[in-house]
């Protein structure tokens, strides 16, 4: 059974009685608090912020004020404590970016996991992955990472884009008909 489960459930009720203070409890969570709280895949949405020289940030709507280099050692020191986990980092709504900032950022993904990054030609298998040591998987949505090994490519996902349960259980059930993307 899943760890992060009960957590998951509890939130979701307290969700349906408290909208907004469970949004704001969340939004607050840091990479560590989410990785602790078992989640394993990352929704990384990375942007050059005009105003910043050289530095890219998360946005979510607005700019974080943590630069994406210094929450990727934040994941790579949460790898080094627990070294029989795997994370999916999923780096897909890329703005802003020219090919200057996707090199900046995939040397920097790079530098930071080495040999800890599964390469695209391994079968992502619990048993490998322990094997080789790999502990994490990046999928990266821009045809510049093709070059690169240890990038894999992006993950279709369903986006429903609403906060309300109904309108996102209808958009799952819509799609689930559909089959899998």
Known sequence: TCVACPTLLFLFLLEQTFPLVIRVCVLTLSVTEQLNAGIRYLDLRISHRPD????????????????????????????????????????????????????????????????????????????????????LIVCYDDPLALMFEYLWPSIPYWWANTTKTRSLLHFLEMKKHIGRP
């Open 52 to 135: 910043a020289y050289s530095d890219l940030y998360f946005v979510h709507g607005l700019y974080t004020s943590k630069t994406v280099e210094e929450t990727l050692h934040e994941i790579a020191d949460w790898l080094q404590q627990n070294p029989r986990e795997i994370l999916i980092l999923g780096c897909d709504n890329l703005q802003s970016m020219s090919p200057e900032h996707h090199m900046c950022l995939i040397n920097c993904i790079h530098k930071i996991f080495g040999p800890k990054l599964c390469p695209k030609h391994e079968q992502p298998t619990l048993r490998n992955l322990w094997k080789q040591n790999y502990q």
